[in-house]
């Protein structure tokens, strides 16, 4: 199907209903602050703010600083607006409220209720909101509207004192939420901790008594992290080339065992291709070969949904968003859904075929930004989210549980709280995962590390706290665990990276890594840091044992219009150097990539990087109020390993004896040729995972052991040992590479089982 570029008639509506929100956004508490205040952190303002000289914080972003509240602490671009607004002259006061959170001339001059979860302001493309993209006058608001003079009036009416905000002599929570926007209520003796949050929970995390804590047991001063430090340029950069488009936004995506790459999207009003029933393609099969996608059918709102592989290969897609029937009647509630989509590698007759959604095939409870992984037994695990898409800070909107699948993705029916969880909402959401070689799960999210024992549903052990910024959603960093490999007795070690401080396009992000060990003894977190802050910012293991790290922004979070500053450059990260010089600086793309982009190996071992999406509904062209739109070019980055002579040294010819390794440590053979004086052998089973959001959700890389390697000679029969049980490698579609002398050959899948 051709592709165009064409929107013709498409209206740029901002796609969320009463019931439904565009992106899940974190209130905080109203801060305060006292210039010169030595006993709370930044004074008790957040990292990028500063305290005015009568009281008033202020926030650096972009090229403006708004003036707030006095003696409060509140980021000027994402200031929600909970009480009643200045009515501007253009809101006529007899106006109807529509209960689909419509407004504005296009729906007969409707006004929005600013009592409503929604908020009082009627936004430039028609939708019920609060944030300043809803509220400001500048930027297009028809009603319920203030300007950053009627803000700075309404702040003094409303202001606090300092002793108001910071809490003393006032009631005990019993409920486990604190602070100014609870009743002012602090923790006490809560079994969680102490300190009240900047969101209002009570707990004793660096998350709770840290930036924006409220009461309790406050630090005075942050952990110190590395300052960010130059990374010099790689030898060989490699390179970005644009090689085709996707047909459709892409917020999901996947290496399917055919060689293609699954692209998955939310309800749109608009994509480059259609399915076979007219309508606009929300999913796409994308072939690296002819560079074209495929449009495939979905039945439910894939809207940041989790996934994984299946043991029998098949892609799993779980969680989503509700329906929008004026966009498609067709897509239903995706909030319970569970999709899956097959593919073979060995015979092309399922290419092509849509998503599977069997109606009886629900998840136990509704889930909107989940993580998903495949366990050693091939169930899947699926965690966290949220049940309606709801102010994340209101403890009922939250799903801070996990639930079981079975090997073939359908569900067991009950579900229970993950303790890490529970205690770091609303950071709870999109958390780092990975099985562990002794079969248990690493769990990371906002601050906090544990190792989870699902079946016994208890804690093996709590990990020391990263330090520095969030490093989830919403202010996502990215998370690789490192190859495995027997030389070391499959030793696991976790690299995170990047974050940010608070959910606002002002947000500073985070330099610096955090590195680990969980299994040691005493773990404890390697810090290191990367040439400047990066939110967004995704790592992807190379064959070669490297790892890439691309995409995000220097500044904001994830979130509809929330990050500026795009990171163009690509890092590489050796993990054999010694700490503070594993970064190089690796080329540079010429294509913002922000929030809802993706990036993945392919079986060449070159870089699929598409998407990036930061608006509401497809946006071609960038204006004043969207400077980052919606992105089809699809790039592909080829790696140092493969410049110049290098791509005509890769092995070739290789064989590999059979399709199916049981995760025993029994044998099979590989045979290949390779050019004259090869010196090094590594043989690798590479996962790529399920890629959203910055997460690469299942995603590893082995080292297999092998024998029978002659050094020099060109061609090569050896012996390889497949990994020795499922801990190390849980069951389902691999890639084997054959790397010599650190080129690596052109993949093929294998199923482990």
């Given at each position: 199907?051709?592709?165009?570029?064409?929107?013709?008639?498409?209206?740029?509506?901002?796609?969320?209903?009463?019931?439904?929100?565009?992106?899940?956004?974190?209130?905080?508490?109203?801060?305060?602050?006292?210039?010169?205040?030595?006993?709370?952190?930044?004074?008790?303002?957040?990292?990028?703010?500063?305290?005015?000289?009568?009281?008033?914080?202020?926030?650096?972003?972009?090229?403006?600083?708004?003036?707030?509240?006095?003696?409060?602490?509140?980021?000027?671009?994402?200031?929600?607006?909970?009480?009643?607004?200045?009515?501007?002259?253009?809101?006529?006061?007899?106006?109807?409220?529509?209960?689909?959170?419509?407004?504005?001339?296009?729906?007969?001059?409707?006004?929005?209720?600013?009592?409503?979860?929604?908020?009082?302001?009627?936004?430039?493309?028609?939708?019920?909101?609060?944030?300043?993209?809803?509220?400001?006058?500048?930027?297009?608001?028809?009603?319920?509207?203030?300007?950053?003079?009627?803000?700075?009036?309404?702040?003094?009416?409303?202001?606090?004192?300092?002793?108001?905000?910071?809490?003393?002599?006032?009631?005990?929570?019993?409920?486990?939420?604190?602070?100014?926007?609870?009743?002012?209520?602090?923790?006490?003796?809560?079994?969680?901790?102490n300190c009240c949050s900047l969101y209002g929970f009570c707990?004793?995390?660096?998350?709770?008594?840290?930036?924006?804590?409220?009461?309790?047991?406050?630090?005075?001063?942050?952990?110190?992290?590395?300052?960010?430090?130059?990374?010099?340029?790689?030898?060989?950069?490699?390179?970005?080339?644009?090689?085709?488009?996707?047909?459709?936004?892409?917020?999901?995506?996947?290496?399917?065992?055919?060689?293609?790459?699954?692209?998955?999207?939310?309800?749109?009003?608009?994509?480059?291709?259609?399915?076979?029933?007219?309508?606009?393609?929300?999913?796409?099969?994308?072939?690296?070969?002819?560079?074209?996608?495929?449009?495939?059918?979905?039945?439910?709102?894939?809207?940041?949904?989790?996934?994984?592989?299946?043991?029998?290969?098949?892609?799993?897609?779980?969680?989503?968003?509700?329906?929008?029937?004026?966009?498609?009647?067709?897509?239903?509630?995706?909030?319970?859904?569970?999709?899956?989509?097959?593919?073979?590698?060995?015979?092309?007759?399922?290419?092509?075929?849509?998503?599977?959604?069997?109606?009886?095939?629900?998840?136990?409870?509704?889930?909107?930004?989940?993580?998903?992984?495949?366990?050693?037994?091939?169930?899947?695990?699926?965690?966290?989210?949220?049940?309606?898409?709801?102010?994340?800070?209101?403890?009922?909107?939250?799903?801070?549980?996990?639930?079981?699948?079975?090997?073939?993705?359908?569900?067991?029916?009950?579900?229970?709280?993950?303790?890490?969880?529970?205690?770091?909402?609303?950071?709870?959401?999109?958390?780092?995962?990975?099985?562990?070689?002794?079969?248990?799960?690493?769990?990371?999210?906002?601050?906090?590390?544990?190792?989870?024992?699902?079946?016994?549903?208890?804690?093996?052990?709590?990990?020391?706290?990263?330090?520095?910024?969030?490093?989830?959603?919403?202010?996502?960093?990215?998370?690789?665990?490192?190859?495995?490999?027997?030389?070391?007795?499959?030793?696991?070690?976790?690299?995170?990276?990047?974050?940010?401080?608070?959910?606002?396009?002002?947000?500073?992000?985070?330099?610096?890594?955090?590195?680990?060990?969980?299994?040691?003894?005493?773990?404890?977190?390697?810090?290191?840091?990367?040439?400047?802050?990066?939110?967004?910012?995704?790592?992807?293991?190379?064959?070669?044992?490297?790892?890439i790290w691309l995409n995000g922004g220097n500044k904001g979070?994830?979130?509809?219009?929330?990050?500026?500053?795009?990171?163009?450059?690509?890092?590489?990260?050796?993990?054999?150097?010694?700490?503070?010089?594993?970064?190089?600086?690796?080329?540079?793309?010429?294509?913002?990539?922000?929030?809802?982009?993706?990036?993945?190996?392919?079986?060449?071992?070159?870089?699929?990087?598409?998407?990036?999406?930061?608006?509401?509904?497809?946006?071609?062209?960038?204006?004043?109020?969207?400077?980052?739109?919606?992105?089809?070019?699809?790039?592909?980055?080829?790696?140092?390993?493969?410049?110049?002579?290098?791509?005509?040294?890769?092995?070739?010819?290789?064989?590999?004896?059979?399709?199916?390794?049981?995760?025993?440590?029994?044998?099979?053979?590989?045979?290949?040729?390779?050019?004259?004086?090869?010196?090094?052998?590594?043989?690798?089973?590479?996962?790529?995972?399920?890629?959203?959001?910055?997460?690469?959700?299942?995603?590893?890389?082995?080292?297999?052991?092998?024998?029978?390697?002659?050094?020099?000679?060109?061609?090569?029969?050896?012996?390889?040992?497949?990994?020795?049980?499922?801990?190390?490698?849980?069951?389902?579609?691999?890639?084997?590479?054959?790397?010599?002398?650190?080129?690596?050959?052109?993949?093929?899948?294998?199923?482990?089982?």
């Amino acid at each position: 199907m051709a592709l165009s570029l064409n929107l013709k008639s498409v209206s740029l509506i901002l796609a969320h209903t009463a019931l439904l929100s565009a992106n899940i956004i974190i209130t905080p508490a109203p801060l305060t602050c006292i210039q010169g205040d030595t006993s709370r952190m930044y004074q008790g303002c957040l990292r990028g703010q500063e305290c005015t000289i009568d009281g008033r914080s202020i926030s650096h972003s972009l090229d403006t600083i708004y003036y707030l509240m006095p003696y409060r602490c509140i980021s000027a671009q994402e200031f929600k607006y909970k009480t009643s607004f200045h009515i501007t002259n253009s809101t006529k006061i007899d106006a109807a409220i529509r209960e689909d959170g419509r407004c504005g001339k296009d729906f007969k001059d409707a006004i929005c209720d600013a009592k409503s979860e929604n908020g009082g302001c009627c936004s430039n493309h028609g939708y019920c909101g609060s944030t300043i993209n809803h509220c400001l006058v500048d930027r297009g608001c028809q009603s319920g509207c203030t300007d950053s003079h009627d803000l700075n009036e309404m702040a003094i009416s409303k202001s606090n004192k300092l002793d108001e905000i910071f809490l003393t002599d006032t009631a005990e929570t019993q409920d486990g939420k604190c602070g100014a926007n609870n009743n002012r209520k602090i923790c006490g003796n809560w079994p969680n901790g102490n300190c009240c949050s900047l969101y209002g929970f009570c707990g004793n995390s660096s998350s709770h008594c840290g930036a924006g804590c409220q009461s309790g047991n406050c630090y005075v001063v942050p952990v110190k992290v590395p300052d960010p430090k130059p990374a010099p340029l790689a030898q060989n950069p490699g390179s970005f080339k644009v090689i085709g488009m996707s047909g459709v936004a892409v917020m999901h995506a996947g290496l399917m065992p055919n060689g293609k790459v699954f692209f998955l999207d939310k309800l749109e009003n608009y994509s480059q291709i259609r399915t076979k029933d007219g309508e606009y393609a929300m999913s796409a099969e994308f072939d690296p070969k002819t560079r074209r996608p495929v449009a495939l059918s979905y039945s439910t709102n894939a809207f940041c949904s989790g996934g994984a592989f299946l043991a029998d290969g098949r892609v799993i897609s779980v969680g989503g968003n509700g329906p929008l029937e004026f966009i498609n009647s067709k897509i239903g509630d995706g909030f319970k859904a569970i999709r899956t989509l097959a593919r073979s590698s060995i015979n092309p007759y399922l290419d092509g075929r849509p998503w599977e959604e069997p109606k009886n095939r629900k998840l136990a409870t509704a889930r909107w930004y989940p993580t998903v992984q495949t366990m050693p037994d091939g169930s899947v695990f699926v965690a966290s989210g949220s049940l309606n898409g709801l102010y994340p800070e209101n403890l009922e909107n939250n799903n801070p549980t996990y639930e079981m699948l079975d090997r073939r993705g359908n569900p067991r029916g009950k579900t229970y709280d993950l303790d890490i969880l529970v205690k770091n909402q609303p950071y709870h959401m999109y958390p780092f995962i990975n099985v562990l070689p002794d079969g248990n799960l690493f769990i990371f999210v906002s601050k906090q590390a544990q190792i989870f024992n699902h079946k016994k549903n208890r804690i093996i052990k709590q990990l020391p706290d990263l330090p520095g910024d969030y490093r989830t959603y919403p202010n996502t960093g990215g998370s690789i665990l490192l190859p495995l490999s027997s030389a070391n007795n499959w030793k696991a070690e976790i690299v995170i990276c990047g974050g940010g401080a608070y959910q606002d396009i002002s947000s500073p992000t985070d330099a610096s890594c955090g590195r680990i060990a969980p299994l040691d003894i005493k773990p404890k977190w390697e810090m290191e840091s990367m040439p400047n802050g990066r939110g967004m910012v995704e790592g992807i293991l190379l064959p070669d044992g490297t790892s890439i790290w691309l995409n995000g922004g220097n500044k904001g979070a994830q979130g509809f219009g929330l990050m500026a500053e795009p990171t163009l450059e690509a890092l590489l990260y050796d993990p054999d150097k010694p700490v503070g010089q594993r970064f190089t600086t690796l080329a540079s793309s010429e294509i913002p990539r922000l929030y809802h982009s993706c990036a993945l190996l392919l079986l060449d071992g070159t870089v699929l990087v598409v998407g990036s999406n930061p608006v509401e509904l497809p946006k071609l062209k960038p204006d004043a109020y969207d400077p980052y739109v919606t992105e089809y070019r699809v790039e592909q980055y080829t790696p140092p390993y493969l410049q110049g002579s290098n791509a005509e040294r890769r092995p070739t010819n290789v064989e590999i004896s059979t399709k199916n390794l049981d995760a025993d440590g029994s044998k099979f053979r590989i045979r290949f040729h390779v050019p004259a004086g090869a010196k090094s052998l590594k043989v690798v089973l590479y996962h790529g995972g399920f890629v959203t959001h910055s997460l690469h959700m299942g995603h590893r890389m082995l080292y297999l052991d092998n024998t029978g390697f002659k050094k020099r000679s060109r061609w090569q029969k050896i012996k390889v040992r497949s990994p020795p049980n499922n801990n190390v490698a849980p069951p389902g579609p691999y890639v084997i590479y054959v790397v010599v002398d650190g080129i690596p050959s052109v993949g093929q899948f294998v199923q482990v089982r």
